[in-house]
């Protein structure tokens, strides 16, 4: 016992020592990116005259002028409103189509299901800059360029792939014993997936439900593209020609992007639950 006791102290220490470096590592690397989020939050905070006498300081002074701005001036009410137009259809276009195509590869035998799904994980290998040309074209001939269908379904596209793959992993790894049990007790195909299967995946469904809306608010390529008139500029385009088409105000530039940012943070705050859980869910499935 004797020998015991010396031996330990040392290991503990180390032990202690090895937190301490990885807790301070940590830290140091949290607050180097939470840097730039809370001074974004301080210039938008901050008076206009303040902003332009000392830029880095943090909530040296308090008004909201700036946010005022970016609102009225900056156009940016709209720009929310278009945002919610563009980012809630499209995602709830992904998410009925995903689950329902991944229950289909995963539970459906049907002739050439392992063709059609590699076909679909191609849509993951395939960047979206090879093809956004020609589908502008393509959008343009079907008259549905500059137009909230068209830019709804090119959203959608580019998040189907995953989608699909991301749905078809959870469903494969249900038990087959619930689906033959509610065939015994006379469930038509649709009964067993909305009532056995799909509610043993809401915590994949509200996952890909943030993660494709955090995606689609955040795109900014697809709405310069195929919105050319800007009728329905969502945040991000509107932000971005908010800087190019005026003298760079860095008070209301701040308050734009606090304004930009802020709706997607509650939501993930509000769903963080449910996206670590199915995402995690899904990487122990494999």
């Known amino acids: 016992m004797s020998r015991g006791v010396p031996?330990?102290?040392?290991?503990t220490s180390r032990a202690w020592a090895g937190l301490g470096a990885r807790h301070l590592v940590l830290g140091i690397t949290a607050a180097?990116?939470?840097?730039?989020?809370?001074?974004?939050?301080s210039t938008a905070l901050k008076t206009p005259g303040d902003v332009k006498v000392n830029p880095f300081g943090l909530f040296t002074s308090f008004s909201t002028a700036n946010i005022e701005s970016a609102w009225t001036t900056g156009a940016f009410s709209s720009y929310v409103l278009n945002s919610f137009l563009l980012s809630v259809p499209s995602t709830a276009l992904v998410v009925v189509l995903s689950t329902l195509g991944g229950y289909a590869f995963a539970r459906l035998p049907f002739p050439g299901r392992d063709l059609a799904f590699y076909l679909v994980v191609v849509g993951l290998l395939v960047p979206f800059f090879t093809y956004m040309?020609?589908?502008?074209?393509?959008?343009?001939?079907?008259?549905?360029?500059d137009s909230l269908v068209g830019t709804n379904l090119v959203l959608a596209s580019t998040g189907l792939s995953f989608g699909t793959f991301f749905m078809r992993a959870f469903y494969s790894?249900?038990?087959t014993e619930?689906?033959?049990?509610?065939?015994?007790d006379g469930a038509s195909e649709w009964q067993i997936f909305l009532r056995v299967?799909?509610?043993?995946?809401?915590?994949?469904?509200?996952?890909?439900?943030?993660?494709?809306?955090?995606q689609n608010w955040n795109n900014f390529l697809v709405p310069l593209l195929y919105i050319p008139s800007g009728e329905y500029r969502p945040l991000?385009?509107?932000l971005y020609l908010f800087l190019g088409g005026r003298s760079v105000d860095i008070g209301p530039l701040a308050a734009g992007t606090l304004i930009t940012i802020l709706p997607v943070l509650v939501l993930f705050v509000t769903m963080q639950r449910q996206v670590t859980q199915g995402f995690l869910s899904g990487a122990v499935k494999g």
């Open 7 to 11: 031996q330990g102290r040392p290991r």
């Open 32 to 41: 180097i990116m939470l840097f730039p989020i809370v001074l974004t939050v």
């Open 133 to 145: 040309i020609p589908l502008y074209f393509q959008l343009r001939g079907m008259g549905l360029l």
């Open 173 to 175: 790894d249900l038990p």
């Open 178 to 184: 619930l689906e033959q049990a509610a065939r015994m």
């Open 197 to 214: 299967m799909l509610p043993l995946t809401t915590s994949a469904v509200g996952a890909l439900a943030v993660f494709t809306f955090l």
């Open 236 to 238: 991000t385009t509107g």
